[in-house]
């Protein structure tokens, strides 16, 4: 898999992290705090090339020059999952615009279909971050990111920020958008016939939830 905008994590508390979360014992709690923890590293890493902006300031000693991001950063967490990712890039973009897509893949077919979307008229934003947990077959992300790009968000301007992707899920997408800059904690080799990635983590929506069926 041979992708210049694919960004990789490799980092001993993501793999720590993502070890825990895959264990079947590990509780809604736990894998709710391991999101978050790998959520906010992959948005420290996603916006390393964010545009900054001067200003002059005073500290108790003496005057410095200080820095802000320039771009009016807007969330897009791709419902339900996405929301467990939400906070962490909240508290690195306390400001940022919040945008729920509601997405879900149809069993037999797999297919996205949408069935919850309130974009304003015209993107407000500069820069758009996609938030899905799992990138599985990679039919939900290339919905969002139809979706965002219709808005009227280049794809130059959009990152996708997943914990986890298939091969084939994650070759998808880029095969759709290639100019995209996608983030993600690790890659799994398989994914199985019911589109499910392979050992993965299960259905991050339930396990972020609470509501595994028994």
């Not at 990712?85 to 909240?90: I, Q, R, S």
């Not at 279909?113 to 974009?119: D, I, P, Q, R, T």
Request: with cysteine; glycine share 8%; proline share 8%.
């Amino acid at each position: 898999m041979s992708n210049t905008k694919l960004h990789v994590l490799s980092h001993p508390l993501v793999n720590a992290r993502l070890s825990q979360l895959r264990q079947t014992n590990t509780n809604s709690k736990g894998f709710r705090e391991g999101i978050h923890d790998i959520s906010l590293i992959l948005g420290i890493e996603a916006s390393r090339d964010l545009e900054e902006e001067t200003f002059e300031g005073q500290t108790p000693v003496g005057p410095f020059t200080g820095t802000t991001i320039k771009p009016k950063v807007g969330l897009t967490p791709i419902l339900r999952a996405g929301l467990g990712m939400t906070d962490a890039l909240l508290s690195l973009f306390p400001t940022a615009a919040v945008y729920h897509l509601g997405l879900y893949r149809e069993k037999v077919s797999l297919q996205p279909v949408e069935y919850y979307s309130k974009l304003p008229p015209v993107p407000p934003i500069d820069t758009c971050f996609i938030l899905d947990p799992l990138v599985a077959t990679g039919g939900t992300a290339c919905a969002a990111l139809a979706m965002i790009i219709d808005w009227g968000v280049p794809i130059s301007k959009i990152k996708l920020l997943a914990v986890l992707g298939s091969e084939e899920g994650l070759n998808h997408v880029h095969a759709e958008y290639p100019e995209l800059e996608i983030w993600v904690a690790a890659v799994d080799p398989t994914l199985t016939p019911d589109g499910l990635i392979s050992p993965g983590l299960g259905d991050t929506g339930d396990r972020l939830f609470n509501t595994i069926r028994v």
